[in-house]
């Protein structure tokens, strides 16, 4: 119990990590944030998957919108596996209700945060600052999003919520069949994203992908690795500067990560997804394929190949 107070004191602290608050938005408001949930696990999963619809429809055209999509049909997927494979995870009511609904909450938080003007962790800064203009592409978006709260939201809530099992065992192995769920959900969450906000998202070469040659199925599996090796890290720690090392490690990870997402702009796009996500449906402007150039892929130390 002390070390999960420490990790939630280490998160909040790291809440202050900023470039400075947000500048003024327009009033959406955000749904109810779901902290716990002590219904059937189906159930939980529906009230997440409603909960992120919500807020999707609620932010319409805006930039913003493509992640709670994407998360949104993560839920429904998770929901159907649960359905049609009960005996997927090991210990359904960690990964699919307590830990989901702890992750859904990370993000709401810091989606509040920035629409009220205050401090957000530096990957989410990069994430949303995106979102309010300056030519990236939806998958873009929802990808600077992911890199937030897959890299940075992850390792804290992993964490915080537990490694083991109340028998000592590790969890890693439900950790990882999640990504059976992340798998299942991202075809239908680019066609939903190509279909509402961005019809680059499905060109089939990837060309919206702002890392050449990793697809976002790769991505997702590299970052989910990262931020158990991340989590273990912090759990480990045994005083109060190994917490702010492992802390930091985490930060400015994410941090990196974002930067190298947000790298690739093209001017003038927003103009064209706008128009398409408000029904003018132009034709779309492809940005060139030499734009994607290629770049180094940020590593904590603990992934590094010695």
């Not at 949104?72 to 929901?79: D, I």
């Not at 873009?140 to 937030?148: I, K, P, R, V």
């Not at 109060?240 to 974002?258: D, H, K």
């Not at 940005?287 to 010695?306: F, K, V, Y």
Request: proline share 8%; aromatic share 8%.
């Amino acid at each position: 119990m002390a070390l999960q107070a420490a990790v939630a004191a280490v998160t909040a602290a790291a809440l202050l990590f900023t470039a400075g608050p947000a500048p003024a938005q327009a009033r959406i408001s955000v749904p109810a944030q779901p902290r716990s949930c002590q219904a059937p696990v189906r159930a939980c999963v529906a009230r997440l998957e409603r909960t992120l619809a919500s807020l999707r429809d609620r932010l319409g055209c805006a930039h913003h919108a493509p992640f709670p999509a994407l998360y949104a049909q993560l839920q429904r997927a998770l929901g159907d596996l649960l359905l049609r494979h009960p005996g997927l995870f090991a210990e359904p009511g960690w990964p699919a209700r307590d830990l989901n609904t702890a992750f859904v909450h990370r993000y709401l938080q810091a989606y509040a945060a920035d629409r009220a003007g205050q401090p957000v962790p530096e990957a989410w800064r990069i994430a949303f600052t995106a979102a309010r203009g300056g030519g990236t592409n939806a998958g873009q978006d929802a990808l600077l999003a992911a890199n937030a709260h897959i890299q940075r939201d992850m390792p804290y809530v992993l964490a915080e919520s537990g490694l083991l099992r109340p028998d000592g065992t590790s969890r890693e192995a439900d950790f990882n069949r999640f990504q059976i769920v992340l798998d299942q959900a991202y075809e239908p969450a680019v066609r939903d994203i190509a279909a509402r906000y961005d019809p680059l998202i499905a060109v089939a070469d990837d060309r919206w992908n702002p890392v050449a040659g990793v697809t976002a199925h790769e991505l997702f599996t590299l970052w989910r690795r990262t931020a158990w090796a991340q989590a273990r890290r912090l759990a480990a720690a045994r005083s109060a500067e190994e917490l702010r090392s492992a802390s930091r490690a985490v930060e400015s990870n994410a941090a990196a990560w974002g930067t190298l997402l947000a790298a690739v702009r093209v001017p003038g796009y927003d103009a064209v997804r706008d128009a398409y996500c408000h029904g003018i449906r132009p034709p779309v402007a492809h940005p060139p394929r030499t734009a994607w150039t290629a770049l180094p892929l940020p590593l904590p130390a603990e992934l590094r190949t010695p």
